[in-house]
C-alpha cells in the first residue's frame, strides 16, 4: 500500500483517537463512559498497529512521528486506568475482602484465640509458682534465666539507629511464623495447632519470668503497642490454617480436592490481611517499643492499636453494621 493511500484512510481514525486522548486530559477517564473507554482503548491498538507497519514500510519520518506521539499519548491514560484499576483492586481487598473473611472466620478464629489464651494462661500459673518449671516447658536457649533487668531494658535495649533494621527483621520473622501455622494446615492443621500452642506457652511463660522478678508492669507495657496486633495476627494465620485443615479432614458434600481448593482462597486472603498486620506491628515494635516513654503511654499506644483492629474487623466494609436504623 502507498503511504498516500495508508494515510488517507487511517488519518479518520487517528484524528479520534487525538480527540478521546484530549477529552480525557480534559476532564478524565470517567467522563469517556464505558463506551468511550472501549472505542479508546480499540484505536490505541488501531494505532499501534499502524506504527509498527509504517515503520516497518520505511514511510516519511513525518508520519512515523505523529503516530508514534499519538500512540505514547494513548499509551499513557490506557496504562493509567489499569495502574488505577489496580490500585482499586487492592483498595476493595482491604476495604471489603478481608474483613468480609475475618467476620466469616470468627468462630474458627475465635477457636485459636481460645487454645492460645489457655496455653498462656496454663504457663504463666505453672511459672509463676515455679520459676524454674520454665525449663520444662520450653527448650534452654529460649529461657531467659536469671532476670536482672526489664524487658525494655534487655530485649528492646536498641538506639533509634538501630529500629529500620530491627522493624525488617521482626515483620520478616513473624510473617515467616505466618506462613508456617498457613502451611501447617495441610497436616489437618496438626503443625497449625502444634505452632499456636507452642507461642501460647512461650508468652505465658516468659510474662510469668519477668513478673516473678518485679518486672511485670514494664513486660506488659512494652509487649503492648506492637503485641496488640502481632498476637492477634498470629492467631488469624492459625485460623488460616485450621481452615486448609478442616477442607481435608471434613470436606462435606465436596470432593476433597475441591474442599481444598475453596478453603485455600479464603486461607490465603487471611494471609494476606496478616501480612499487612504483622508490618503494621513490626513497625510499632521496631519505632515505639523500644523508646524511653513512659509505660502508661506504651498501654494506651497498645490498646489504641487493638481497638482500630477491633473496629477494622467488625465495621469495615460492614454496611449492617453501619446502617443506622431511622425508624421510631
Known amino acids: 500500500m502507498r503511504e498516500s493511500t495508508f494515510v488517507e484512510r487511517r488519518s479518520a481514525r487517528w484524528k479520534r483517537l487525538a480527540e478521546l486522548v484530549n477529552a480525557v486530559e480534559r476532564a478524565g477517564l470517567p467522563n469517556l463512559g464505558s463506551e468511550g473507554v472501549l472505542e479508546l482503548a480499540r484505536l490505541y491498538r488501531s494505532a499501534t498497529t499502524d506504527l509498527a507497519v509504517a515503520r516497518g514500510r520505511g514511510y516519511r519520518p513525518e508520519v512515523i512521528d505523529a503516530l508514534n506521539r499519538a500512540v505514547a499519548r494513548a499509551h499513557a491514560i490506557v496504562y493509567m486506568g489499569n495502574a488505577a484499576n489496580g490500585w482499586q483492586r487492592v483498595r476493595d481487598f482491604f476495604v471489603r475482602t478481608l474483613p468480609a473473611e475475618l467476620r466469616r472466620s470468627s468462630a474458627i478464629i475465635g477457636i485459636c484465640a481460645a487454645l492460645f489464651l489457655v496455653a498462656a494462661a496454663f504457663a504463666y500459673t505453672i511459672v509463676i509458682g515455679d520459676p524454674h518449671s520454665e525449663y520444662s516447658l520450653l527448650p534452654a536457649t529460649m529461657v531467659p534465666g536469671s532476670i536482672q533487668k526489664s524487658l525494655h531494658d534487655t530485649n528492646f535495649a536498641v538506639s533509634a539507629a538501630s529500629s529500620p533494621a530491627l522493624s525488617a527483621f521482626v515483620i520478616t520473622n513473624n510473617i515467616r511464623v505466618a506462613i508456617v501455622e498457613f502451611a501447617g494446615g495441610i497436616t489437618g492443621g496438626l503443625v497449625t495447632l502444634y505452632f499456636l500452642i507452642f507461642n501460647g506457652?512461650?508468652?505465658?511463660?516468659i510474662a510469668a519470668a519477668f513478673t516473678s522478678a518485679g518486672f511485670g508492669y514494664d513486660f506488659y507495657a512494652t509487649v503492648?503497642?506492637?503485641?496488640?496486633?502481632?498476637?492477634?495476627?498470629?492467631?488469624?494465620?492459625?485460623?488460616?490454617?485450621?481452615?486448609i485443615g478442616m477442607s481435608l479432614i471434613a470436606p462435606g458434600r465436596l470432593r476433597r480436592v475441591d474442599a481444598l481448593r475453596t478453603a485455600a482462597r479464603r486461607a490465603a486472603v487471611l494471609l494476606v490481611g496478616v501480612a499487612a498486620l504483622l508490618v503494621w506491628a513490626g513497625i510499632f515494635e521496631g519505632f515505639v517499643s523500644p523508646r524511653r516513654i513512659s509505660p502508661e503511654l506504651r498501654l494506651g499506644i497498645g490498646a489504641f492499636n487493638f481497638f482500630l483492629l477491633l473496629a477494622y474487623w467488625v465495621f469495615a466494609g460492614n454496611t449492617k453494621a453501619l446502617t443506622v436504623d431511622s425508624k421510631p
Do not use: D
Open 201 to 205: 506457652i512461650y508468652l505465658g511463660a
Open 224 to 243: 503492648a503497642p506492637h503485641g496488640a496486633v502481632e498476637l492477634p495476627s498470629i492467631i488469624i494465620a492459625a485460623g488460616a490454617g485450621l481452615i
